[in-house]
């Protein structure tokens, strides 16, 4: 599975994600938040650059990005070595990793950002039977998402209301890290059971 780098489109990030991409042998996409090409459980770990944070016309909006993000490995660098604790805490919470702030040395970077993401291979192997975030009915209900079905016929075959499935979907997105029907239909196919779908 690729790494994903979520940095801005200008000169940093893309020197930052030429550096990654050539140090680490592994395959490698940048996006900025919110732009990916997969939902963020397609990914093998996500890499946030939070340069921004320290801005003060982009640290509230890219605060606000960084609460959509659910990923069980989701890392943090370049961030301000002033970074207030409290903020650092409501990250940790989030379940955010702070690996590196920015006064870290390039070789110090790629060694820990290295490190991290190998640990998250082996984690991941270790855990992939683990069992889904999703509660039994929203998994029925993703199950019924995959038939391409609307809302109408879902809550039909599954008696419930038509509020209800939605309110389903909408935990179910949050909680997968989606945005639409389809990349929780592919998110399905890839992470629910056979027998599930």
Same mark, same amino acid.
């Given at each position: 599975?690729p790494v994903?780098?979520f940095?801005?489109?200008?000169?940093?990030?893309d020197l930052?994600?030429?550096?990654f991409?050539?140090?680490?042998?592994?395959?490698?996409?940048?996006?900025?938040?919110?732009?990916?090409?997969?939902c963020?459980?397609?990914y093998e770990?996500?890499?946030i650059?939070?340069?921004q944070?320290?801005?003060?016309?982009?640290?509230?909006?890219?605060? =606000?990005? +960084?609460?959509?993000? @659910?990923?069980?490995?989701? $890392? *943090?660098?370049n961030?301000?070595?002033d970074? !207030?604790?409290?903020i650092?805490?409501?990250?940790?919470?989030?379940g955010?990793?702070?690996?590196?702030?920015?006064?870290?040395?390039q070789e110090?970077l790629?060694?820990r950002?290295?490190?991290a993401?190998?640990?998250?291979e082996?984690s991941?192997?270790?855990?992939?039977? =683990?069992? +889904?975030p999703?509660? @039994?009915?929203?998994?029925? $209900? *993703?199950?019924?998402?995959t038939?391409?079905e !609307?809302?109408?016929?879902?809550?039909?075959?599954?008696?419930?209301?038509?509020?209800?499935?939605?309110?389903?979907?909408?935990?179910?997105f949050r909680k997968?890290?989606?945005?639409?029907?389809?990349q929780?239909?592919?998110?399905?196919?890839?992470?629910?059971q056979?027998?599930?779908?």
């Amino acid at each position: 599975m690729p790494v994903l780098f979520f940095s801005n489109s200008g000169l940093q990030g893309d020197l930052l994600f030429s550096l990654f991409s050539q140090s680490i042998p592994m395959p490698w996409e940048k996006a900025c938040i919110g732009k990916q090409r997969h939902c963020l459980q397609h990914y093998e770990a996500i890499i946030i650059d939070c340069w921004q944070i320290g801005t003060n016309s982009y640290s509230k909006d890219f605060l =606000s990005d +960084l609460k959509k993000i @659910r990923h069980s490995k989701a $890392i *943090l660098i370049n961030f301000p070595a002033d970074l !207030p604790t409290h903020i650092s805490e409501k990250l940790r919470q989030s379940g955010f990793y702070l690996l590196c702030d920015n006064n870290i040395s390039q070789e110090k970077l790629i060694q820990r950002l290295s490190t991290a993401i190998h640990s998250c291979e082996s984690s991941h192997a270790d855990n992939s039977q =683990s069992p +889904l975030p999703l509660t @039994r009915r929203e998994q029925e $209900i *993703l199950g019924q998402l995959t038939t391409g079905e !609307p809302n109408s016929v879902i809550a039909t075959k599954l008696h419930l209301s038509e509020h209800t499935v939605k309110n389903h979907m909408y935990n179910i997105f949050r909680k997968i890290g989606v945005k639409n029907r389809l990349q929780a239909s592919n998110w399905a196919k890839l992470n629910l059971q056979e027998e599930r779908i």
